[in-house]
């Protein structure tokens, strides 16, 4: 009888482990830091983008596509417009409080927006929150980090479905675009990022006339 048994109890706990690694996959698929084509070029509208060895993606001034208007409420009640930001450079920052990876790059967020305001900078950042079920949530890590800059409310990640296919568009959590003055999607990475990298992304659009 217990010879029986055995095989049973094991048969069941395989199955369960498959299960977890098809749950676990999924959501990696949906979370990982790192873009579901491997951060290998799909092309974008009108032209090719370039990946870095940073992976930072950028396109020639002269190929970008625009960007969707983003629009809603934020996770404090107050609503926003990205295409009202034209003629700043915008960076979108799409993130979640329960992101690891979030957490690790939120002081970079925190210190350059600061900076580049302090500096009278054309700047504007603003957050993309996604699958967080709690604006409470969200508003915590805001407050915990220091963001001081506006998020839009966006728990079914419906936001980032308004990027057009084949643009450089937000395929993981995190990750950054930034717009040029023009509301064109100039560069993205699918990855947490350090302040370098944020300004490296940055600053050659600042300085385009």
């Known amino acids: 009888m217990s010879l029986s048994r055995a095989p049973r109890r094991r048969s069941t706990s395989g199955r369960a482990t498959l299960l977890a690694a098809v749950t676990v996959a999924g959501a990696l698929t949906l979370t990982s830091c790192i873009g579901s084509d491997g951060e290998k070029p799909s092309g974008s509208a009108g032209g090719n983008y370039v990946t870095g060895p940073g992976g930072i993606s950028t396109v020639?001034?002269?190929?970008?596509?625009?960007?969707?208007?983003?629009?809603?409420?934020?996770?404090?009640?107050?609503?926003?417009?990205?295409?009202?930001?034209?003629?700043?450079?915008?960076?979108?920052?799409?993130?979640g409080s329960w992101c690891p990876p979030c957490r690790a790059e939120a002081k970079y967020f925190a210190q350059v927006s600061k900076e580049l305001a302090d500096a009278g900078q054309d700047v504007s950042f603003v957050g993309i929150n996604t699958r967080d079920n709690s604006k409470q949530n969200a508003l915590a890590f805001e407050e915990n980090y220091g963001i001081t800059y506006p998020s839009l409310y966006d728990p079914d990640g419906k936001l980032m479905l308004r990027f057009p296919k084949g643009a450089l568009n937000p395929q993981a959590i995190p990750s950054t675009i930034v717009l040029d003055k023009e509301g064109r999607i100039a560069a993205r990475i699918l990855a947490p990022v350090n302040d370098e990298q944020l300004r490296s992304m940055i600053d050659p659009l600042l300085a385009e006339k």
Request: avoid cysteine; glycine fraction near 12%.
């Open 60 to 95: 020639a001034r002269g190929e970008r596509t625009e960007a969707p208007k983003l629009d809603g409420e934020t996770v404090d009640g107050k609503t926003l417009d990205t295409t009202a930001l034209k003629g700043k450079v915008v960076v979108l920052n799409v993130w």
